[in-house]
C-alpha cells in the first residue's frame, strides 16, 4: 500500500493538522484486515476504489475521536483520501462537544444533510 501525507495550506493550520492518501498497488499483495489504534484526532474520510468492507464502495464520512481499538476487512483494492483535524476541530467545525460523539462514525449525509449526499 501506498499512505503519503500533505502539510495543509498556512489558513488551516489551526485545524488540520494534514492530508493524507491511501491507496493499494496494482499488483501488490493486500492486507486482509487493517488495524486502526485509538485517536484523539478527528478526521474527514473520503473512501474511493474500494477501501473497507461494510462501508460504501464511494463514501465520504466524519469519524471523530476514538478511544477504542477496532478492526476492519479490507477489499481487493483500496483508496482513500483523508483530513486530519486536531482534537479541538470537530467543536469548532461542527459546532459538537468531542464527548458527546466519541467512537462515532457518520456518514456525509447524516452530518450535512442533503449537501452532503
Known amino acids: 500500500m501506498n499512505y503519503k501525507t500533505l502539510a495543509p495550506p498556512t489558513q488551516l ?3 488540520v493538522q494534514c492530508f493524507w492518501t491511501l491507496e493499494s498497488e496494482p499488483g ?4 486482509v484486515t487493517y488495524h486502526l489504534m485509538a485517536d484523539n484526532c478527528p478526521e474527514i474520510i473520503f473512501q474511493y476504489n474500494g477501501g473497507f468492507k461494510g462501508y ?3 463514501s465520504a ?3 471523530f475521536q476514538h ?3 477496532d478492526k476492519f476487512e479490507v477489499a481487493d483494492n483500496l483508496g482513500f ?3 486530519r483535524l486536531f482534537p479541538h476541530a470537530a467543536g469548532i467545525l461542527l459546532n ?4 458527546e460523539v466519541v467512537n462515532q462514525v457518520f456518514d ?3 452530518i450535512f444533510k442533503h449537501a452532503g449526499a
Open 13 to 15: 493550520k489551526e485545524l
Open 28 to 31: 501488490k499483495p493486500m492486507p
Open 56 to 58: 460504501a464502495t464511494q
Open 61 to 63: 464520512r466524519f469519524r
Open 67 to 69: 478511544d477504542v481499538y
Open 81 to 83: 483520501f483523508g483530513v
Open 96 to 99: 459538537i462537544p468531542a464527548y
Open 108 to 110: 456525509f449525509a447524516d
